[in-house]
């Protein structure tokens, strides 16, 4: 079956540094979202990728989905003390339900 | 509600024992989805409902678990003689239709002792 995987499995930043995770799917995707949860708590959605090559923007959050659509990245630039927290990517293959990478903890020293 | 509300937060259960996890979705979302968490692991996906009709189980981890939503609305997932590796927090989460945006609830945390 569809498998998601994302690296790194952890990172740990000094406060202003970037923070880069990527998620790659064994299968084609036809849509990619990223989640946040923070300790103790419950993703929260942040965005959704649907066009091959598509790149989004939040504030200091940019978000990318692969050419060929099996792969994506969540790049934070200066990362805040409040960027704590794990990220996932959650992939969909075509109608079937979103099948959730392993996240990607991240710290951040103040 | 202004979101997902889930109940209990937390449960305790013993080996053996029924639970039944409730969900109540945002108004008006068709969609609804169950998920488990283990520790320090993502959401591994349960089930979906669209209204009432019980799309895909497939990820129902064995004939223990069950899930209704006979009204097109609260969800219940209902775990028979827990086991211990049934431990871990039952997300439940609901969206439009279109399924764009995804709305988690908090959790129902359950360990079995």
């Known amino acids: 079956g569809q498998q998601v995987m994302q690296i790194p499995q952890y990172q740990h930043v000094q406060e202003g540094e970037d923070f880069t995770t990527y998620c790659n799917s064994s299968t084609t995707l036809s849509n990619i979202q990223w989640y946040k949860q923070r300790p103790g708590g419950h993703p929260v959605f942040l965005i959704q990728?649907?066009?091959?090559?598509e790149v989004k923007k939040q504030k200091r959050l940019t978000f990318q989905f692969g050419e060929a659509k099996k792969n994506s990245s969540l790049h934070i630039t200066a990362t805040q003390t409040t960027d704590v927290g794990t990220y996932f990517c959650a992939g969909r293959n075509y109608g079937q339900n979103f099948v959730f990478g392993p996240g990607t903890r991240l710290s951040v020293l103040p | 509600g202004a979101g997902v509300s889930q109940s209990p937060r937390y449960k305790v259960a013993k080996r053996g024992q029924d639970v039944a996890l409730r969900c109540d979705p945002i108004?008006?979302?068709?969609?609804l989805f169950w998920y488990q968490q283990a520790l320090g692991q993502g959401p591994e996906f349960l089930t979906y409902f669209q209204n009432e009709a019980q799309l895909d189980k497939s990820g129902l981890p064995s004939d223990r678990f069950f899930a209704e939503r006979p009204e097109g609305s609260v969800s219940t997932l209902k775990i028979q003689r827990t086991q211990q590796e049934d431990s871990a927090v039952y997300l439940c989460a609901s969206s439009s239709l279109t399924g764009n945006t995804i709305y988690f609830g908090e959790g129902s945390w359950l360990t079995v002792v």
């Open positions: 108004s008006g979302h068709v969609s």
């Open positions: 990728l649907v066009k091959s090559g």
